[in-house]
Each structure stands twice: as C-alpha cells, then as structure tokens.
C-alpha cells in the first residue's frame, strides 16, 4: 500500500563558502564560494526522496524577492506545486562555511520561512498523510511559527508518524513535550541527543528520549552507523566507510533514507542501512545529491 508523505519546513539559499579555519574576531580571511544552491531541511528531504523516486508533497513557503524567485523555479523544475506563497518578504539564506577539516559553521539570516500563518495551512489536510516530516527549526521559542506548525499536527490521524530532526538548535521548550508525545520517530545525531537529554552517554540519551516518544528513536553516529533504539531492543547499523567531500545534508538525507525505506514497509534495521546508504552516497558529492 503506497503511504502518503508530506515534508513539511522551510526552503531558503544555502550559500556555502570553504575557509581554512574560521576567522578570529576583527580579522579579515579569504573564502572560495562553492556555490548558491536552494537548501534547507525540508527541501533537503524532499530531492533525496525525489532522487529515489519516492512519492510525497513538498510544503515550504516561498516570499517574493531574488531568493523566492530561485526557489520557485527549483520546485516548478522538480514538478513540486507552490503550495505557500506569501509576498511580506523574501526567503532567507545561509551562509555555510565550511572549514578545512570539514567542520561546518552556519549563520542563517531568517526569511518568510519563519512567518507562518494558520491561513497557509487551512486548506492542506493533516489526516490525509501517514508521515510528515518537520524540523526543530520550525519550533523555535523566539518565534511564532511553532504554534501554526503545531495546530496543523494537531489535526494528523493517531497512527501518522511524525518524523522529526530537533536540528543543532534543538526544540523549544515550549513545544518539546507536546511534540515528542505525536507518536514521532526521532532523527537525530549525537551531539543533539545528548544535548536534549544531558546525557553523557548516547544509548542512555537515546533510551530516555524513547521512554518520552515511545516511538524508534535513530541516532547518526558518523563513521560508527546508526543508533536505532525501539521499546524493546537497541541496536547499532554499521556503515561502510567512504571518502567524505562534503558533509553539508548528511543528516537531512540520512532522514530521507530511513523515511523512504519505512514508507515502503522496510524493517527498522532495514530502513536504518538504507538510510546509511543514502547518506554514505551524498557525502561523497558536492551538495544534498546523491549524483
């Protein structure tokens, strides 16, 4: 039976730079641009899923201004519909610097992307779906966005699986225990799982957060595999070791593996290898593709 997935989040301009290291206050560095490319968690998911010719509905919202403009036209290309367009501002960007030993930093300069309204969502229907997936990005304490955001997931069915990445700046306060008890499955790394928990430990990170969801909780390890601990059982998926040339989307398209493998009635091992697989092919390319 085909199941019905909505990626629901945010589109904006990734804008990656690659630096030696990162510059100290007041001091003034070269950088090589890499690119300006349509990114961010939701879009993310949805090329890896489009890639492996997974059937699914893309809802970002698009502004109006030179970064809309790019984004639109990269759906329209995908045969993804503009389900949200809103003309207050323009999408935001990101400016990914990428250090010489691959670590990744990120200042993101906010867009229509963190305006949501409860008008942009009247008229999608939550109960239609039996995943959707969502970003700790779009439940940020500083912003109202989370509460649009919440009331749409709200109105899911009971047996929907929420699928959601608490991102590097994790889930509100306020949103968090609401939206751990939606029947989600986590997707996160482990510096995230460790940091919601204070946890030192993974495995007890990851048990604790899985007593809270009492859904499959999927930590990346990097290198190591993947973390998948269930009601009953933890387990690690080993990885294949590969070169990695950019690490930028890793994360969003281990998401995409795993949701794809566990639409399609895969196991929880067999959705964490796929997703291990996915990811394994996207590091080894410049930019979220696994081409």
């Known amino acids: 039976m085909v199941k019905n997935i909505l990626i629901l989040g945010s589109a904006v301009i990734d804008v ?19 690119g300006m490319v349509v990114g961010g ?4 998911v949805s090329k890896i ?3 492996l010719q997974v ?60 305006k949501w309204l409860d008008s942009w969502l009247a008229n999608i229907d939550a109960a239609a779906y039996d995943y959707i997936y969502a970003s700790g990005y779009g439940f940020q304490d500083s912003n109202n966005s989370g509460d649009v955001i919440l009331k749409f997931l709200r109105r899911k069915r009971p047996d929907c699986r929420l699928v959601l990445d608490p991102g590097p700046r994790l ?22 799982a460790k940091a919601m928990t204070g946890r030192t430990d993974v495995r007890e990170a990851a048990k604790e957060l899985q007593a809270a969801t009492k859904q499959p909780v999927i930590v990346t390890l990097g290198k190591q595999g993947t973390l ?5 059982e933890a387990f690690l998926v080993p990885t294949k070791p590969v070169k990695a040339i950019d690490t930028i989307g890793a994360g969003d398209s281990h998401t995409a593996g795993f949701l794809a493998a566990l639409s399609n009635g895969k196991s ?20 979220c593709s696994l081409k």
């Open 268 to 287: 929880l091992r067999e959705a964490c290898e796929e997703a291990n697989r996915v990811a394994a092919l996207v590091v080894q390319h410049v930019g």
């Open 16 to 34: 990656i730079i690659d630096i030696e290291r990162l510059p100290k206050a007041g001091e003034d560095i070269t950088g090589l641009q890499k």
């Open 49 to 51: 899923l489009d890639e």
């Open 171 to 192: 889930l509100g306060k306020r949103f968090q225990k609401e939206l751990l008890g939606m029947g989600t499955i986590l997707e996160l790394n482990e510096g995230e």
């Open 228 to 232: 998948c601990v269930n009601e009953n």
């Open 55 to 114: 059937s699914h509905d893309l809802c970002v919202p698009v502004g109006r201004g030179l970064y809309a403009d790019k984004i639109r036209s990269t759906l329209q290309a995908g045969h993804h519909d503009v389900m949200i367009e809103d003309a207050r501002c323009d999408n935001g960007y990101c400016l990914s610097l990428v250090e010489a030993n691959g670590e990744r930093t990120f200042i993101t300069i906010d867009g229509i992307e963190t």
């Open 41 to 44: 968690c939701a879009f993310n």
